[in-house]
């Protein structure tokens, strides 16, 4: 997969992965080639696996120690992100907006990419709570030049959160393509919140779903 063809500035994409080949072959290419063009890249991560991203990059070619003291790589846990949730969609808004005008001030543009596991303990976040900030990010990144992928891991989220994701991603990343979903509707939701927010815990429905993007 070529990181940059995959996702386009402004844009919020959905990644839908099965194991760590899977991640890594999207997620070390978008963070690398990023920082090898002076872009600014945050990704967000499992605590215990922050150290683990950075041995990856480094082993990729990156200066990882130059990246960090720069500003131009940060990897975070997803309970700060989970916590900020917490607050509500505007105000989660607002932080992020800080953290990117932040950092485009010194960088021509910025990516985000990271599974928060919103569904993790302490400050899990419900479906309808994350079903509400993902349709909120489009209209967040929608602009600006940065680049987002939101990633979700088959095997280990909740059918509830697997379908707030196809709900709320114009473009998802599955199987190693690139494809426009069809049960996009974050406009929708945000027109008629809060009666859309709700999710689907229906395995069944989940599976169709995706049966179609494939």
């Known amino acids: 997969m070529g990181a940059l063809s995959l996702v386009d500035l402004g844009t919020h994409v959905c990644h839908l992965y099965r194991g760590d080949v899977d991640l890594k072959n999207v997620t070390l290419p978008f963070l690398s080639n990023g920082l ?38 940060v990897i975070t846990s997803g309970q700060a992100w989970r916590a900020m949730c917490h607050a509500g969609s505007i105000e989660m808004a607002r932080e992020v907006l800080g953290l990117v005008d932040q950092k485009l001030g010194i960088f021509p543009s910025i990516r985000i990419a990271g599974d928060v596991s919103w569904g993790a303990e302490p400050a899990a976040v419900t479906a309808e709570m994350l079903c509400h900030w993902e349709a909120t990010a489009n209209i967040v990144f929608e602009g600006l030049p940065a ?22 991603h ?11 979903s069809p049960h996009y509707e974050a ?20 599976a169709n779903m995706l049966a179609k993007l494939a």
């Open 170 to 180: 114009p473009i998802v990343l599955y199987k190693g393509r690139r494809v426009r």
């Open 36 to 73: 090898r063009n002076g872009e600014c890249c945050i990704y967000v991560t499992d605590g215990n696996a922050v150290d683990d991203w950075y041995d990856e990059l480094q082993a990729q070619g990156i200066d990882v120690p130059s990246a960090r003291d720069s500003g131009a790589l």
């Open 187 to 206: 406009a929708h939701i945000l027109e008629k919140e809060p009666m859309l927010n709700r999710s689907s815990d229906d395995p069944e429905l989940v």
């Open 147 to 168: 680049r987002v992928i939101c990633q979700y891991d088959l095997e280990s989220s909740d059918p509830a959160y697997l379908h707030a994701a196809l709900r709320t």
